[in-house]
């Protein structure tokens, strides 16, 4: 067993949206544990080292709870083919590995993979828990469930009808996921939908949601235009993903049904800025159709007091597993009106309990895991900050140091903050 005692730290509260100075804060090695929170610097506990933080500013390791680890960012549509996944089950894992050591050294310390071929996220996070690859801990959802022939149908489980749905259902919970994704309605990359494209009906989603429900797992609808948005809230989806349209019998639906948003702005903008001549012209032409839309919908449901669990869409166009959970940050506070402090929260506590993890992840408590980041400076006063170099800390030992950021490989999929929509 190490304990470690870090002194003379700035730790983040989530109650009171700030840093508090002259913090310490303890944690076990073996357990990967925090024991101990408070003020100055003395414990009563036994240490094995103390390190001086130098007053830096300490928060929860961000948390993604959209992600799709099996893709990479720049393996679209090469030669202006469409290619939107890997062919081979050992691509897709060479990928996934990667992803997640670069997640991981960019301060995301926890994700929801929502669709995964060939199942892989469900062996990664197996390898990730013995210690065989670095990476963020992993809640899974294995492959998508689509209607035959309908988005994402390429590479997630084709079912039709309530029967087919729970069937599909069980076996993925009996394969090891922790989470149901569905495709309710269409969405942007794939040709001939549309997001307003209600792909499964009421009953079929109220089966995938009942069946997750009665095994104690997590349900998370890809829905995009109001109409399915509404029918995923109804169904009882934790989570609704993307939120493209809204409206306010959607917005007092989701607080009847205390549903959370996971926005994935990144995923719209970053194909807005990048995407000409790449991502073929019909995706191109919906992003342009909703962004706008969208950006209005996010910033009317942080407005109303729906929940907003950060989440990237993380392996689609020009949007990988770097700085871009830092970047989907800065769009909520310039594009959906949040603040810093706001925005932190829905990288951390509200994934936690989006994910229904909140008794052990998203803040920095005795008896919770000792994930988290280190800055220099403030991000609850400019979030930016958290697109720096900054330490990551797993389990209470540090897995990355802000100097190794400099000789980490580059990014094929650079985001580029300069222009505003």
Known sequence: ???????????????????????????????????????????????????????????????NAHTHMTDMPTYWWQNGAEKRHPDSREMCTMFAIRNMQDALAHGVTYIRNVGAEFDIDIEIKKMQEKGWIKGPKVMTSGRAFCITGGHDSDCGYEVDGVDEVRKGVRQAMKNGVDNIKMMVTGGVLKDGETPEDIQFTFEEAQAAVMEAHHKNKTAAAHAQGNAGVKEAVAAGFDTIEHAFEIDDETIAMMKAHKTTIVPTMNAMYAIYKHGQGIVPDWAQDKVITNIQKHFRSITKAMAAGIPIAMGTDAGTPFNGFQNESAYELQLYVEKAGMTPAQAIDAATINCARAMHVQNEYGQLLPGNHADFIVTDKNPAKDITVLQADKDVYQNGAQVHAQQEVAVAHKSQNPVHISAAL
């Not at 240490?47 to 001086?52: A, G, Q």
């Open 1 to 63: 067993m190490t304990k470690i005692n870090y002194t003379n730290i700035a730790v983040y509260n989530h109650d009171r949206q700030a840093f508090i100075p002259n913090q310490h804060m303890v944690v076990d090695t073996q357990t990967g544990m925090i024991i101990e929170t408070a003020s100055g610097n003395a414990t009563r506990q036994a240490c094995d080292e103390v390190v001086d933080m130098r007053g830096r500013f300490a928060m929860p390791g961000m948390m």
